[in-house]
């Protein structure tokens, strides 16, 4: 499986943007990008995913390199409820394939009032 | 759809005993997840069935371990003899057959004493 390297952890100002990076210099063409989320005592969480283009949905945003070799996810006004463990993972998406994530550490993701 | 429930939401076994979780997914998804998750690591994946077919096993899942899903609805995951090391969160999550994120439920944290 491709691996990815997120920073361990990441502080934030409520209300301000943030940029989440995640290296993946191996992926390979039928990749996606995905993005989940963890809340303290709750499962992982959907955020976004893509493939080659800019992705937004209410969530974030992803933004993706040109050579895909890196992606990041914006969250445009953090609030204390943003605080989580965010996980950028690839998933192939080959028929009969993929399916299942593989997660990394994850960058953890702190926001001050 | 209330989402992927999990129950119980927490055990405490002693060690050498059995135990069973129960993992009921989104109803309309095909695929179904179990994952194993200690303090501080990301979630590792242990299993994933397709319908009632069993298709991927990781070889973190030793013998003591037996997931089943009968009628490719609920599933069950089984630890045998139990052991302190078997501490841990255990998620399962589902998906639709064909792409999509995986929904996670809360989660059963067991605990090994």
Known sequence: DA???????MESNEEEPVHLPCNHSTISGTDYIHWYRQLPSQGPEY????????????????????????STLILHRATLRDAAVYYCILNTMIRGQGGKLIFGQGTELSVKP | DT???????????KRGQN????????????????????????????????????????????????????????????????????????????????GGGLTFGSGTRLTVV
């Open chain 2, 19 to 98: 135990v069973t979780f129960r993992c009921d997914p989104i109803s309309e998804h095909n695929r179904l997840y179990w994952y194993r998750q200690t303090l501080g690591q990301g979630p590792e994946f242990l299993t994933y069935f397709q319908n009632e077919a069993q298709l991927e096993k990781s070889r973190l899942l030793s013998d003591r371990f037996s997931a089943e899903r009968p009628k490719g609805s609920f599933s069950t995951l089984e630890i045998q003899r139990t052991e302190q090391g078997d501490s841990a969160m255990y998620l399962c999550a589902s998906s639709p057959n064909r």
């Open chain 1, 47 to 70: 955020v976004i995913h893509g493939l080659t283009s800019n992705v937004n949905n209410r969530m974030a945003s992803l933004a993706i390199a040109e050579d895909r070799k890196s």
């Open chain 2, 3 to 13: 989402g992927v429930s999990q129950d119980p939401r927490h055990k405490i076994t």
């Open chain 1, 3 to 9: 691996k990815t390297t997120q920073p361990n952890s």
